[in-house]
């Protein structure tokens, strides 16, 4: 108990115990890194919805940011599924998390072809008028 970090939390301008936490130092980095995630999930997936809400659909940015957010999820499955064999852990909702994250990423792979498809079609009927 030691080296872990404590803390207490009190509700503001109040001595009434909100949140009291006992972390090791290795959760509190997996929590922050979890919070950059989805910081990055959802600013991908802004973006992503954005590009597509322009007047042509199809366009090089969206597809940009298709494959970004794509990745991001790629990557999260992957790295979370190495880190659930390799500590061994024991939770069977954490290893369909990170499955969910990669089949995530998989299916936005198969929008990503569909778009570069919707691209060249439209840019071949805009040269045909």
């Known amino acids: 108990m030691e080296n872990l970090l404590k803390f207490k939390i009190n509700y503001p301008f109040s001595d009434i115990q909100m949140v009291t936490g006992v972390y090791a130092p290795n959760q509190i980095i997996h929590n922050i890194l979890g919070m950059i995630f989805l910081s990055l999930f959802f600013f991908f997936s802004y973006r992503c919805f954005k590009e597509m809400s322009a ?47 990669a089949f995530f990423g998989i299916i936005i792979l198969f929008i990503v072809e569909f778009f570069k498809k919707g691209l060249a079609l439209q840019t071949e009927n805009d040269l045909t008028i």
């Open 55 to 101: 007047d042509q659909i199809f366009n090089q940015n969206a597809i940009k940011w298709l494959k970004r957010f794509c990745f991001l999820n790629l990557i999260i499955g992957a790295a979370g599924i190495f880190e659930f064999f390799y500590f061994k852990m024991n939770s069977v909702y954490t290893l369909l998390t990170y499955f969910f994250f």
